[in-house]
């Protein structure tokens, strides 16, 4: 039951935070589409399209979700292209800052600021490839740790906020 509950926890987890980069590059894809579009630049769509994947990888993937937009910008007038350079460094930050630590706060179970501190810890220890292994890494963590706390209280080392069996992230934190 034990190996059982850890599968099922781990699968949880990974369901999460596959969950939370779904969520932040669809919103990136749509967000740079629509300034794209709004400036006036050709191949929005496409442009939006590459955002939304290069979302996926972190720290370097702003970057190739902004030059080729903004060079696509320049060749339309460099006004254009410090528009789009601002739009998209903005919503770079905002993502980084407040979307991120709440969204995979919420899909991993874990607080914001554990979220911050998981990625930059990952980050400074073992660079891009510590990013993409923190958030997993911290849940999986929170998941030991809330089977150890519980047994240790005489529980079956099961929470009961994690005892309904569910696979996926769940759509309400326990807190709710």
């Excluded at 080392?157 to 759509?171: F, K, M, N, W």
């Amino acid at each position: 039951p034990d190996a059982q509950h850890f599968m099922n926890a781990l699968s949880r987890v990974v369901g999460g935070y596959v969950r939370g980069q779904l969520i932040t590059s669809v919103i990136i894809g749509l967000y740079t589409t629509a300034v794209l579009l709004i400036v006036g630049v050709p191949n929005a769509v496409a442009f939006g399209v590459l955002a939304a994947f290069a979302d996926i990888i972190p720290l370097v993937g702003a970057f190739i979700a902004i030059v080729p937009a903004v060079v696509a910008a320049f060749q339309e007038s460099p006004t254009q292209a410090v528009i789009v350079l601002a739009a998209l460094l903005f919503y770079q930050q905002f993502e980084d800052r407040y979307l991120v630590p709440r969204i995979y706060g919420q899909t991993l179970n874990l607080p914001a600021l554990v979220v911050l501190v998981a990625v930059l810890i990952g980050g400074e220890l073992m660079g891009i490839a510590g990013v993409l292994l923190a958030l997993p890494t911290a849940a999986a963590i929170r998941v030991v740790l809330d089977y150890y706390l519980d047994r240790r209280e005489g529980g079956t080392g099961i929470p009961e906020s994690l005892r309904d069996g569910e696979v996926l992230a769940p759509d309400k934190s326990p807190a709710d």
